[in-house]
């Protein structure tokens, strides 16, 4: 019973925790458009530049694909 009581007790003291430092963003992103099928293309050429024989962790991996597509696309937004 205890260890119920302490569940209870520990999950809404860290629910409210986790959602204390929330913001809404008003900006949406839109994923299906020439915009970012290019920029998932421009992202995978930076990849396999950087990484011709595949020795980087898939971890690794994906944060070269996703910072390279964070910058294609606010370049990309910019200029069109």
Request: net charge negative; charged share 20%; hydrophobic share 50%.
């Amino acid at each position: 019973m205890k260890k119920i009581f302490f569940s209870a007790v520990a999950l809404v003291a860290f629910s409210s925790v986790s959602m204390a430092n929330t913001i809404e963003i008003d900006e949406k992103i839109i994923l299906d458009s020439p915009k970012t099928d290019f920029c998932s293309n421009v992202a995978a050429d930076v990849l396999c530049e950087l990484d011709p024989y595949d020795e980087l962790t898939p971890t690794q991996a994906n944060a070269v694909y996703q910072i390279a597509m964070y910058i294609c696309l606010n370049q990309v937004i910019k200029v069109g």
